[in-house]
Each structure stands twice: as structure tokens, then as C-alpha cells.
């Protein structure tokens, strides 16, 4: 019988493995020993530092780490940038054979979605707002997609970045309403040394537009330090923030000020508050958040 115990990690995946077939994921999964923690990083690719940090915490934590690629159709509306999002495989196994990463699954659209697919996990409650007001269907892409992810992978463990702070909540509801056994580990921003956010989007801004994307951070530096001098009410709070991000040539998709857990919007700010904002630099849209509370 196969002794789990006397396994030594790299003995079981001496490295990096590339694997596409959704058959041979699901067999490598089910060879791994019961008591194994698997550590799941879903990513689109173009990797960069802010991926790499759930990479990071993944190996850190877990005895198997699988990173998936896959630039999700299901998740882009009309006229997104499907097409044009950035691509380059090699450049994010690279980056990844740094890392004590086990697998790389990066599936196949037509093997996602053959012929005939028609499932759709739909979170109404927390996907309608926000981001799902401007891209409807978005998240009803992601939460298909992820759980169709997590079903080949069975991970105890998914990592995800607070940056995409709605699609976290969403697929925790998920997970939740599911009773899938994976938990979320929620890992911080990674930012420039100026405080934009890493984002794989951030290659389509160019100099002019990569000084105004500064404004979303400024915006939640300037809401944090309005809210530390006492003002609660959020349109005061969200209307300064606005002007900033007008001034600095960025136009507001929204800007709220919504409860953590609910996202729903508050008139009266509390510590509880997450501000959370997308604003369009020329075509592209970015997004950002932090906690009221600095
Ligand atoms: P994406 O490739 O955009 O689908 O992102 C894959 C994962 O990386 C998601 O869980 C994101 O929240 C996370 N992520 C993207 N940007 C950052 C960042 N700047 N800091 C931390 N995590 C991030």
C-alpha cells in the first residue's frame, strides 16, 4: 500500500510539472494522499508580483501548490478586452519555476467550455453591485469558472488577493452555499512603490495615464484621512474623492463606501467599511480598495 508518511514532498514532484489536460489534473489530484494540503492559485496569467505573493503564500503554507492559468471567456463581456488581455505563457512558467510550485494547469477554452455547456453559478446578492453593475455577467463568469476549477483541483486551501475584493466575497458565498471544503486565504495588495496596485491591465496604460492611475490610491489615502478626522458621512467622504479623480483625468466608474461583508453601501461610514472604487484611465479600467481605517 502507497505509505503517504514516508513521502518526502519532492520526491512525489521533483518540479515544476506543466500539465492542460482536464483528465490528467483530475488524475494527478487523485493520487495525492488524503492528509496532503493542497494549495490552489487561480490566475489569468501575465503574471506579476501581486499573483506571485498568493504563489508565495501557497508554498509557504501548503505541502502541493497548483497555479492555474486560463484567460476565463465566460467572465468578459462584449466589447471587453478578451482579445487583447495579456498573454505570455512562457514568461509566467518562468516566473513560477522561481517558486516552490508544483503545477501549472493551464486548460484549454474549447476543453472548459466544450460544446454544449450551459451551467451557471449565480451569487445574485453580492454580484449585481459594483463591478457586476458594469460588467453584468462578469461574476457569474468567475464563480463558473472557479468552481469548475476547484472541482478539478479540490484544493484545501485557495489563494486570492483582497485586490479583486468583490470576486473574494463572491466566491466565499459560493464556497459557502456549495459546501465546498476549501477555505479562502484572503492575501494582502501588492503595490508599486507609488501605490497603484499591481494589475496585469496596468501594460495598456501609457506615461501620461500610468501618473493619473495614481488617483485611485489617492483617492483612498484622501477618503482614510477624511474619515480619520472624524467625517462619517459618505457622500462627503466619496464627493472629495471624486473631484481628485476628476482633476487627475481618471473618470469614476463608482466609488462606495459598502460594509465588508454585505457590500452593500452605508450613508454613515464605520470601521467596518471598505472603501472600494474602479475608475477608467483613457480605456482601461482599474480597480482598488482598502479599509476606511488605515
Ligand atoms: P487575475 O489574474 O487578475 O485573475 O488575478 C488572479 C489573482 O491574483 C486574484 O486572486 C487577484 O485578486 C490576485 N491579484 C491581482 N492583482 C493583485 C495584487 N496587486 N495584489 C495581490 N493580489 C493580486
Keep these: 500500500m ?5 513521502e518526502t514532498r519532492k520526491a512525489e514532484t521533483p518540479e515544476l510539472k506543466l500539465v492542460s489536460s482536464i483528465t ?63 498573454r505570455d505563457l512562457e514568461r509566467d512558467i518562468e516566473l513560477l519555476s522561481a517558486y516552490d510550485v508544483d503545477y501549472v494547469f493551464y486548460p484549454d477554452a474549447k476543453e472548459m467550455y466544450p460544446a454544449g455547456f450551459g451551467t451557471k453559478v449565480e451569487i445574485p446578492a453580492l454580484s449585481t453591485g459594483l463591478c457586476g453593475a458594469s460588467r453584468p455577467g462578469h461574476f457569474t463568469g468567475v464563480a463558473t469558472v472557479v468552481l469548475k476549477l476547484v472541482n478539478i483541483t479540490r484544493p484545501t ?25 476549501t477555505e479562502i486565504i484572503a492575501c494582502p495588495i501588492v503595490r508599486e512603490p507609488d501605490g497603484l496596485a499591481l494589475s496585469s491591465r496596468n501594460v495598456y496604460l501609457d506615461a501620461v495615464q500610468r501618473v493619473q492611475a495614481l488617483c485611485l490610491h489617492n483617492a483612498i489615502k484622501l477618503i482614510q484621512a477624511l474619515y480619520a478626522d472624524g467625517i462619517t458621512d459618505s457622500n462627503q467622504l466619496i464627493d472629495g474623492a471624486t473631484d481628485l479623480i476628476s482633476e487627475a483625468g481618471g473618470q469614476v466608474d463608482y466609488i462606495q463606501i459598502v460594509d465588508s461583508t454585505s457590500l452593500t453601501e452605508l450613508p454613515t461610514a464605520n470601521d467596518n467599511c471598505r472603501i472600494v472604487l474602479a475608475v477608467f484611465i483613457g480605456r482601461t479600467r482599474l480597480i482598488d480598495n482598502a479599509a476606511i481605517r488605515a
Design 24 to 86: 490528467e489534473m483530475q488524475e494527478i489530484r487523485q493520487s495525492f494522499c488524503k492528509s496532503k494540503s493542497i494549495g490552489f492559485v487561480p490566475t489569468m496569467g501575465y503574471l506579476h508580483q501581486g499573483h506571485l505573493s498568493l504563489v508565495e503564500a501557497s508554498t509557504r503554507a501548503c505541502e502541493i501548490t497548483i497555479v492555474s492559468i486560463f484567460v476565463n471567456p465566460m467572465q468578459f463581456g462584449a466589447g471587453e478586452d478578451l482579445g487583447t488581455y495579456p
Design 157 to 181: 486551501q485557495m489563494f486570492m488577493g483582497i485586490k479583486d475584493f468583490q470576486q473574494t466575497a463572491v466566491l466565499r458565498a459560493m464556497l459557502k452555499d456549495l459546501n465546498l471544503q
Design 2 to 6: 502507497h505509505d503517504c508518511h514516508n
